[in-house]
């Protein structure tokens, strides 16, 4: 039956063990993420995002996949920001009940299951198979936490028999030693295809993947599936082994290539969608549906409404597009998990902090308004610590930057909200409110427009006290 990777030049035997971590803990530690995950969702969109959910997830994947002897610095963190969150209705009582009590006991025992599982796997000998390696890589896919573990490793008796290395340079150069890999990782079928050990160990959650699918690279070219069946020895120490096929070969003609990345035909850009179109003056935007907009018509009545159809539009009327002259965001001081939210819709215009003009491109696309020039969205992707730093204009402007961010249109509404929530709560001191302004600017509009001439123009500027008005024409639809 032939190995899911390649065998060495000297054609030695090579085996595959996969080591199933047990740990009552973290395991209850796992749930009670997910659970949390599923009952703030309907809170927050991403909850995942939020400081003390990231913190949660970093201390699972550290946990199960670095071996450190101590997590104190981590569950220190943990403490802090679990404190300053408030947990509302949302979360039951219970799960917030079981989450003290799982973090009391990882403070009496902050040992990584990771740590463990090595430690009983080469000093106490606990698989037998193993007994006499002296050496072994244990491979780190991210670089970050590669400083952080080489310390321990230098301090501890790992350090007389282990190899720290990273995972590429692995895969590039390949190695006489067993090649450990750990955590929730997905095993790609290019660690197989390049043979990085003789012996290739994975240490994994046993509550991870009882079943590895058909389309796994553990599945052998027989359709066999191999990995983590209920058939796996449990040790004393909490580790159960599968050894598999060995001393088989296999032609390169039987290996599947590596991952497929699907990528767009030239020209065609994910990020944008078909929408209709409209022409205003001599320039097409996108029609997005739903988004309310200042409409004026020929004889300068204004509605400000949604715009669910195109239909709703008549070539000879204006489209207004409003610049708040005194557009400012006060100093809020908002709590992290506001600044987590926030950062959902912020991170994504950043990859374009060195070519604004592009970014802009897309939020026009998107329907943005002229607001959305060059100089804003710079404003608009600043970190929310000192300031708010969103368009004025959310139904248009900021709707944009959501589904450029690939946000769901089912979350934008409540995103809108939080940015009336920080405004309301900043002019609820001696300011107006936000639904005030919109009157305001729909109150100077029309007195604007009580002075113009009855003149048939392609486009119109206006200036109010504390608004522009670009009015231009709608000359065509489709």
Not at 25 to 38: D, E, M, P
Not at 106 to 122: D, H, I, M, Y
Not at 262 to 280: C, F, I, R, Y
Not at 453 to 462: A, E, F, I, N, P
Request: proline fraction near 6%; hydrophobic fraction near 35%.
């Amino acid at each position: 039956m032939p190995m899911p990777f390649k065998i060495w030049q000297d054609h030695s035997p090579a085996k595959l063990y996969i080591l199933r971590i047990k740990h009552d803990i973290y395991y209850q530690l796992n749930c009670i993420y997910h659970q949390l995950c599923s009952q703030l969702k309907s809170e927050y969109y991403r909850p995942e995002e939020l400081p003390l959910l990231k913190a949660l997830n970093n201390l699972l994947i550290t946990g199960l996949t670095l071996p450190l002897p101590s997590l104190s610095d981590s569950l220190d963190k943990l403490k802090t920001l679990q404190q300053d969150f408030h947990f509302s209705c949302l979360v039951s009582k219970e799960l917030e009940q079981e989450l003290n009590e799982v973090l009391k006991q990882l403070q009496k025992n902050p040992e990584t299951p990771v740590f463990s599982a090595l430690e009983r796997l080469f000093l106490d000998n606990s698989v037998p198979e193993l007994a006499n390696i002296q050496r072994f890589n244990f491979s780190l896919k991210y670089s970050c936490h590669f400083d952080m573990v080489s310390n321990v490793f230098h301090e501890h008796e790992f350090n007389s028999f282990s190899q720290l290395s990273l995972l590429e340079e692995t895969l590039k150069k390949g190695s006489n030693h067993p090649l450990i890999l750990t955590g929730l990782t997905n095993w790609y079928q290019r660690f197989f295809k390049i043979p990085p050990a003789k012996n290739l160990i994975l240490i994994t959650p046993s509550w991870y993947s009882t079943k590895i699918k058909h389309d796994n690279p553990f599945t052998t070219y027989a359709d066999i599936t191999i990995g983590l069946s209920s058939a796996a020895l449990v040790l004393p120490a909490q580790i159960s082994t599968l050894t598999l096929y060995t001393d088989e070969k296999i032609t390169q003609e039987q290996f599947i290539d590596d991952e497929l990345i699907t990528e767009p035909a030239p020209g065609v850009d994910l990020m944008e969608k078909p929408l209709s179109q409209l022409k205003l003056a001599n320039d097409w935007i996108t029609f997005e549906p739903g988004k309310k907009t200042v409409i004026v018509s020929s004889d300068h009545q204004v509605r400000y409404e949604p715009l669910h159809s195109i239909s709703q539009l008549t070539i000879g009327e204006y489209w207004v597009d409003v610049e708040d002259k005194n557009e400012t965001d006060s100093i809020i001081n908002p709590d992290q998990d506001t600044i987590a939210q926030m950062e959902i819709w912020k991170k994504p215009m950043r990859r374009f902090a060195t070519q604004p003009n592009l970014l802009v491109k897309k939020l026009r696309s998107y329907g943005a308004t002229s607001r959305a020039n060059e100089q804003n969205v710079c404003h608009w992707m600043k970190p929310s610590h000192n300031g708010i730093f969103a368009p004025q204009d959310l139904e248009n402007d900021f709707r944009a930057i959501l589904h450029f961010a690939n946000i769901p249109v089912e979350y934008h509404q409540g995103f809108i909200q939080l940015i009336n929530k920080l405004r309301s709560t900043n002019r609820s001191q001696g300011r107006i409110t936000f639904a005030d302004l919109t009157n305001q600017m729909l109150s100077e509009l029309k007195a604007l427009l009580s002075t113009v001439l009855q003149t048939d123009v392609d486009s119109l500027q206006l200036q109010s006290t504390n608004y522009i008005f670009q009015l231009r024409k709608i000359t065509d639809l489709h």
